[in-house]
């Protein structure tokens, strides 16, 4: 079977975030920016994958189309086994222009598609081509956007629980935020909070002191630079709360030295960013082997959040998936991935990942 044809996809979503704000420097964000990648093959099946975009989706569409598509047009689609020496080829192909970024998220949505269809060809769910699946819901926790004031974030946690989320992460740097969510939420729910890389670790250990009382079950990359994993242990060590990261980390390799720092105490591959299903499957090993939980990074709507529904349910480890707590204008796949009344995704039981995109909303919502 060929791969005959590989094309990115941009599609523009919109989205109410309600109180809360989404940001990347100064600029708001409004939409869910998704480049879905598409594998076409000469025997009429097609693989779906995800590049992370968010604010740069022109950006990656142009990776993949003069990056990827060029190493993977005309060659044997491989099957499973054949998927990690592939991607590794590829990956060896274009390390010249770094092994992060904007390289690694699209070489990630091209692994992504090759493990859609080496499911499908077989005819099962990506879980069954991997091993036993544990689970067949998957509790979500609302990741909410960063909102500031403390009455609000109380009232959206409130109102996250009553629509039967699980559990809450907040996108905030001050201590009355942390205090304001727990009060609103009790002790029982599960707390998490996700500081995206503001101090240094002076003050993270600081931050993660007056935070205690409240009882977070993880802070999430506290300190700058992401890479910094010496800091980031010394904050795990004194500061007294669990550590999360990992959503800024791209291939196995890179976690490897995260872990041996003893950095975090949960580990966050992110489907989209790391490499893909083969480098999180990677990370996954490296996990196991260091004792360090998973938790994995998916504030996505796309083929990712399939991806990463079907690796969850490999494993019963009462994780969470992360859902961003948001209304959108469409789904690409016909609501079956909203979160339900107990507060779960149903992981897809169709080949491959398990839904096919609403090739609809595609339309109604591309870009390019």
Known sequence: MLITDVRAHHVRIPYDAGVASFKQGASAIS????????????????????????????????????????QARGLEAPDAA???????????????FGRYG???????????ALWDLAAKVKGVPLHRLIGAAKRT?????????????????????????????????????????????????????????DMNCPLDG??????????????????????????????LA?????????????ENACTAYQFREMMKAGAVSHAQPSVIKVGGITEY??????????GIRLAPHSPYF????????????????????EVFYMKRAACLWRGRIDVDANGDIEVPQGPGLGYEPDKAVMEQYRVS
């Open 234 to 246: 010394e904050v795990r060590t004194r500061g007294g709360l669990n550590i999360a990261a990992g």
């Open 31 to 70: 939409a869910l920016e998704i480049v879905m990648v598409e594998v076409s093959t000469d025997a009429g099946i097609t693989g779906w994958g995800d590049a992370f975009a968010y604010v740069s989706p022109r950006t990656n569409l142009t990776a993949v189309e003069e990056m990827i598509a060029p």
């Open 137 to 193: 819901r998957i509790p979500a926790y609302a990741s909410l956007l960063r909102i500031g004031n403390p009455d609000l974030i109380a009232r959206e946690c409130e109102t996250a629980l009553r629509l039967g989320y699980k559990a809450i992460k907040l996108h905030e740097t001050t201590t009355s935020a942390v205090f304001a969510a727990r009060q609103a939420i009790g002790k029982s729910i599960p707390l998490m909070v």
């Open 302 to 321: 796309g083929p990712g959040l399939l991806a990463t529904l079907q690796l969850m349910s490999l494993r019963d480890d009462a994780t969470f998936v």
């Open 102 to 112: 904007i390289t690694m998220f699209a070489i990630s949505a091209l692994d992504i």
């Open 202 to 231: 002076k003050a993270a250990i600081a931050f993660a002191h007056a935070c205690r009382d409240a009882a977070p079950m993880f802070l999430e990359e506290p300190v700058w630079p992401p890479e910094d994993f010496a800091t």
């Open 82 to 96: 054949g998927i990690p020496a592939f991607m590794e080829q590829i990956q060896r192909n274009l390390h010249l």
């Open 281 to 290: 499957l990677k990370v996954v090993a490296l996990a196991d082997e260091f």
